[in-house]
């Protein structure tokens, strides 16, 4: 499989990327770890005539956690998440996503970027992202603007950037410091998108869920922020029919297509396990 | 569509050749400079047949544009035994332990096996496990490649307490 003709850039700068992108309008794509789109090329399913590879760009790869925000550069890998220490104590719901996408290999090169801003609904760090209610930095050639990861997605590979758009970072508020966190995901195996995913975060105070958000992965054409449920667990002591109820919420937005991974009825149904468990999990690990 | 100038470390040599920009990585190794140990299986990322290291990380050489490794220093399984010849605790592992049937696999595997005990290099069955996750083998059911693994940590460790 050989993907079409294009010719190749190497930016320095984030300026000179957003003008090549700019003067290429439509017919360039920015390339990251390339994991996505290159497959895609080789079907021919993308064919752009400008490739634009970011790797030199060291502006896109640094992670800051500072006072009440975490700010990570769109071409980290998903194993320098993995790797972060200061993500890990600050942020733990990102390491325990990054080790289960994909695989040694793929996280090595794939980035938090491509990852979000490619619209994939299979791809797992658009909710944790939309868990975390993170805000994407998009740059274009009329400057910079911010979007919540939450009014982001649109539809599958629809997203609110603009062709002429890069997305440079994300920024996550940190979470409380007691906060516990789950990210449970079914597959078929290593490497494979989720049957069904699903992200808790939550906060306990004296036996009670002070505050929680919900977000699930791969069971409609978007990522989707389930607000719904999370209102079911605020204000309870979380038992078990209170988890009943969120999972009721939550099975209620999904809209999972009948593919390879099982029809649409099971996904749902997993979708619901997931969180049951997810809230389980982040539920013990509060405080 | 011109050609563009390609310059790399393979194997501990300087390389330099004029190519497509869309030329994969593993079409590189293996059609402009021979090095046909890495293998093109599925050639959708999967499979992990194509393995090569670049920079000191496992990557998969079907899913990289040659340019993308430009001034990479870029490793093969050709370049995983000594310079002397003589086979890499890796490479003398699987042979010992049978890791390898009909050997479709086994340059991805063992140059993956080889970084993740640089990575870790006492791992657990487990770790093992999943740190070769990225690599598919459909013959061995993977239990021989584990105790090859386990083996050549084993190994390594001796040498290195030797040393």
Same mark, same amino acid.
């Given at each position: 499989?050989?993907?079409?003709?294009?010719?190749?850039?190497? @930016?320095?700068?984030?300026?000179?990327?957003?003008?090549?992108?700019?003067? %290429?309008?439509?017919?360039?794509?920015?390339?990251?770890?390339?994991? $996505?789109?290159?497959?895609?090329?080789?079907?021919?399913?993308?064919?752009?005539? %400008?490739?634009?590879?970011?790797?030199?760009? $060291?502006?896109?790869?640094?992670?800051?956690?500072?006072?009440?925000?975490?700010?990570?550069?769109?071409?980290?890998?998903? $194993?320098?998440?993995?790797?972060?220490?200061?993500?890990?104590?600050?942020?733990?719901?990102?390491?325990?996503?990054?080790?289960?996408?994909?695989?040694?290999?793929?996280?090595?090169?794939?980035?938090?970027?491509?990852?979000?801003?490619?619209?994939?609904?299979?791809?797992?760090?658009?909710?944790?992202?939309?868990?975390?209610?993170?805000?994407?930095?998009?740059?274009?050639?009329?400057?910079?603007? %911010?979007?919540?990861?939450?009014?982001?997605?649109?539809?599958?590979?629809?997203?609110?950037?603009?062709?002429?758009?890069?997305?440079?970072?994300? $920024?996550? @508020?940190?979470?409380?410091?007691?906060?516990?966190?789950?990210?449970?995901?079914?597959?078929?195996?290593?490497?494979?998108?989720?049957?069904?995913?699903?992200?808790?975060?939550?906060?306990?105070?004296?036996?009670?869920?002070?505050?929680?958000?919900?977000?699930?992965?791969?069971?409609?054409?978007?990522?989707?922020?389930?607000?719904?449920?999370?209102?079911?667990?605020?204000?309870?002591?979380?038992? @078990?029919? %209170?988890?009943?109820?969120?999972?009721?919420?939550?099975?209620?937005?999904?809209?999972?297509?009948?593919?390879?991974?099982?029809?649409?009825?099971?996904?749902?149904?997993?979708?619901?396990?997931?969180?049951?468990?997810?809230?389980?999990?982040?539920?013990?690990?509060?405080? | 569509?011109?050609?563009?100038?390609?310059?790399?470390?393979? !194997?501990?040599?300087?390389?330099?050749? =004029?190519?497509?920009?869309?030329?994969?990585?593993?079409?590189?190794?293996?059609?402009?400079?021979?090095?046909?140990?890495?293998?093109?299986?599925?050639?959708?990322?999967?499979?992990?047949?194509?393995?090569?290291?670049?920079?000191? !990380?496992?990557?998969?050489?079907?899913?990289?544009?040659?340019?993308?490794?430009?001034?990479?220093?870029?490793?093969?399984?050709?370049?995983?035994?000594?310079?002397?010849?003589?086979?890499?605790?890796?490479?003398?592992?699987?042979?010992?332990?049978?890791?390898?049937?009909?050997?479709?696999?086994?340059?991805?595997?063992?140059?993956?096996?080889?970084? =993740?005990?640089?990575? !870790?290099? !006492?791992?657990?069955?487990?770790?093992?496990?999943?740190?070769?996750?990225?690599?598919?083998?459909?013959?061995?059911?993977?239990?021989?490649?584990?105790?090859?693994?386990?083996?050549?940590?084993?190994?390594?460790?001796?040498?290195?307490?030797?040393?």
């Amino acid at each position: 499989m050989i993907p079409g003709s294009f010719d190749y850039h190497r @930016p320095r700068s984030l300026d000179e990327a957003v003008a090549l992108l700019s003067d %290429h309008s439509g017919d360039a794509f920015i390339l990251a770890g390339g994991h $996505s789109l290159i497959p895609m090329m080789k079907l021919r399913m993308a064919a752009p005539e %400008h490739l634009i590879d970011i790797q030199d760009i $060291s502006e896109l790869t640094d992670i800051t956690v500072s006072g009440d925000r975490i700010t990570i550069g769109a071409a980290v890998t998903q $194993s320098r998440l993995i790797d972060s220490e200061d993500l890990a104590s600050a942020c733990p719901i990102l390491r325990e996503a990054s080790l289960q996408i994909a695989d040694p290999q793929i996280r090595n090169v794939g980035t938090i970027g491509g990852n979000v801003a490619n619209g994939d609904p299979g791809n797992d760090m658009p909710a944790i992202m939309q868990l975390l209610d993170a805000e994407y930095e998009l740059r274009g050639s009329d400057g910079v603007r %911010h979007i919540k990861a939450r009014d982001f997605y649109e539809g599958a590979y629809f997203t609110a950037r603009d062709e002429g758009e890069i997305l440079t970072s994300v $920024s996550i @508020p940190v979470p409380a410091d007691d906060h516990g966190y789950s990210y449970q995901k079914q597959k078929r195996k290593i490497g494979d998108y989720a049957t069904a995913a699903a992200g808790v975060v939550l906060t306990v105070t004296d036996g009670n869920c002070t505050s929680a958000s919900i977000a699930l992965t791969n069971v409609a054409d978007t990522p989707l922020w389930a607000e719904d449920a999370a209102n079911a667990l605020i204000g309870t002591d979380l038992g @078990p029919a %209170h988890i009943a109820a969120a999972v009721d919420a939550a099975r209620a937005i999904t809209d999972p297509a009948t593919d390879g991974r099982g029809p649409a009825e099971y996904r749902t149904h997993v979708a619901g396990i997931m969180v049951q468990r997810a809230i389980e999990t982040a539920h013990e690990r509060a405080g | 569509m011109s050609k563009t100038h390609v310059k790399m470390t393979v !194997n501990g040599n300087a390389v330099e050749a =004029l190519a497509e920009p869309r030329t994969l990585l593993i079409h590189f190794l293996r059609e402009e400079l021979n090095l046909t140990g890495p293998h093109i299986g599925c050639e959708t990322s999967h499979c992990g047949a194509c393995t090569v290291d670049i920079n000191g !990380n496992s990557v998969k050489s079907c899913t990289v544009f040659v340019g993308q490794a430009q001034d990479a220093d870029v490793t093969t399984i050709e370049g995983v035994a000594h310079a002397d010849g003589s086979l890499h605790a890796v490479q003398e592992a699987f042979r010992q332990h049978h890791g390898l049937q009909c050997g479709f696999c086994t340059p991805g595997m063992i140059t993956r096996a080889w970084r =993740l005990l640089q990575e !870790n290099p !006492n791992p657990t069955e487990e770790e093992i496990r999943y740190g070769i996750s990225g690599n598919l083998c459909r013959c061995t059911g993977y239990q021989n490649i584990v105790k090859a693994i386990q083996a050549a940590a084993e190994e390594l460790a001796v040498k290195e307490a030797a040393e």
